[in-house]
């Protein structure tokens, strides 16, 4: 199944995209696409209906952020061999955490907002992994069991204000709108293997990013019963997994950052679009 959420911040309904091109309407279903729906419950619930049976949505409504109330954002850092060889860093050797505000997430094609002060936002298309069941001291071998999908996200970083700026690297990840998620999540049984997906971004039709889950150093099942070590990780939780090469920080000779007017395209094989364009601070 492919899950969504339509309509305004704030305002938007839980939606099934159905295999016609159709958004169809879940209220009657679920309250919202958030920790309950995502349970082995509440996709049973949902998949036991027949999409046809549901109300179309508008196709031109704005698409929301496709889960909703988001409990807690963990990100994975140099978690791509090919990535951390750009940044000239060695292969960590546990995974590296870093938290992302919840006020960061916004929808997969709203604006993208350039922070006040910022000279350097930057892009990195990223598999998102959604937990659907509570997940404490997780071994491996059974850590799949508490996924309950995959969507994609960018997590734009603002560099300066993660390395230059002190202390974590949260205060350069969550800015207004650094957090776009969907369109859509999917259901983990439609992704055969998560660390065989090509994933590309561009910025202005160059093709920047260009890359594959499979470089991964950690994959999905190891990250889920890293995390669950530290924290429990609760339904309606997301982590987002680490980039591939061709950040804006690792172009050569010169790095390339955003700029209000720009317009980036991304997207992960089997997990949809995202567009955004580069808007000041200012304007919104």
């Known amino acids: 199944m492919k899950l969504m959420r339509i309509g305004?911040?704030?305002q938007e309904r839980p939606a099934i995209l159905h295999e016609d091109g159709t958004r169809r309407d879940l209220s009657s279903v679920v309250n919202d696409i958030t920790g309950a729906a995502l349970t082995a419950a509440g996709l049973w619930r949902i998949g036991e209906v027949d999409p046809l049976s549901l109300p179309v949505l508008d196709p031109e409504a704005r698409v929301g952020p496709c889960i909703g109330r988001v409990g807690k954002i963990?990100?994975?850092?140099?978690?791509?061999?090919?990535?951390?060889?750009?940044?000239?860093?060695?292969?960590?050797?546990?995974?590296?955490?870093?938290?992302?505000?919840?006020?960061?997430i916004c929808g997969p094609n709203d604006p993208l907002i350039i922070p006040k002060g910022s000279t350097?936002?930057?892009?990195?298309?990223e598999l998102g992994v959604v937990i659907g069941k509570t997940a404490r001291y997780v071994d491996e071998a059974e850590a799949m069991e508490h996924v309950a999908?995959?969507?994609?996200?960018?997590?734009?970083?603002?560099?300066?204000?993660?390395?230059?700026?002190?202390?974590?690297?949260?205060?350069?990840?969550?800015?207004?709108?650094?957090?776009?998620?969907?369109?859509?999540?999917v259901t983990r049984d439609e992704i055969a293997d998560p660390q065989a997906l090509p994933m590309w971004l561009e910025v202005d039709g160059h093709r920047y990013q260009d890359g594959?889950?499979?470089?991964?150093?950690?994959?999905?099942?190891?990250?889920?019963?890293?995390?669950?070590?530290?924290?429990?990780?609760?339904?309606?939780?997301?982590?987002?997994?680490?980039?591939?090469?061709?950040?804006g920080m690792g172009q050569k000779p010169d790095p390339v950052y955003l700029r209000p007017g720009q317009t980036l395209r991304l997207g992960i094989e089997g997990l949809g679009e995202q567009c955004q364009t580069t808007v000041p601070w200012d304007a919104v």
């Open 149 to 185: 999908g995959y969507c994609l996200v960018n997590d734009v970083s603002e560099r300066d204000f993660q390395q230059k700026r002190s202390g974590q690297w949260v205060k350069g990840k969550s800015a207004d709108s650094f957090g776009p998620l969907g369109p859509w999540m």
């Open 212 to 247: 594959s889950t499979a470089t991964m150093v950690f994959g999905v099942a190891h990250l889920v019963s890293y995390l669950s070590q530290f924290m429990t990780l609760e339904p309606g939780d997301v982590i987002f997994t680490g980039t591939p090469p061709g950040v």
């Open 8 to 10: 305004a911040p704030g």
């Open 120 to 125: 350097a936002t930057d892009w990195e298309v």
């Open 74 to 104: 963990m990100c994975i850092g140099l978690n791509y061999a090919d990535h951390a060889a750009e940044a000239g860093m060695d292969l960590p050797e546990e995974p590296i955490l870093f938290m992302k505000a919840t006020s960061a």
